[in-house]
Nanobody, 127 residues
């Protein structure tokens, strides 16, 4: 069982930046691919970005458009999401999660790969 704790959200203006962080504890041992997801009010949770176990492979949702960067620190069992050029459409609760492979993270919502979720961190972008 992996416990996930997200932080770093807040209120920013359009064009601003935020850096989200997620700490994984429990059965981690740096053996998981990790990913970020988000859920806006009234919408389903969606994939944002994923990073492979060693951190050499990354994948982003189409709407990221080069604005976000995912990174991980396996020594600390953390994954971050640096977000720049934020838009009001990015307003959502952001969550992280883990899976056994990069593909499993990317396809995780559709394939039901994820058990529990953390509390998430709220990102609000004002226009």
């Amino acid at each position: 069982q992996v416990q996930l704790t997200e932080s770093g959200g807040g209120l920013v203006q359009t064009g601003g930046s935020l850096r989200l962080s997620c700490a994984a504890s429990g059965r981690t041992s740096g053996t998981y691919a990790m990913g970020w997801f988000r859920q806006a009010p009234g919408k389903e949770r969606e994939f944002v970005a994923a990073i492979s176990r060693p951190g050499t492979g990354t994948y982003y949702a189409h709407f990221v458009k080069g604005r976000f960067t995912i990174a991980r620190d396996n020594a600390k069992n953390t994954v971050s999401l640096q977000m720049t050029r934020l838009e009001p459409e990015d307003t959502a609760v952001y969550y992280c999660n883990v899976a056994h492979s990069l593909d499993a993270v990317i396809d995780g919502l559709r394939e039901g790969n994820f058990g529990s979720w953390g509390q998430g961190t709220q990102v609000t972008v004002s226009s």
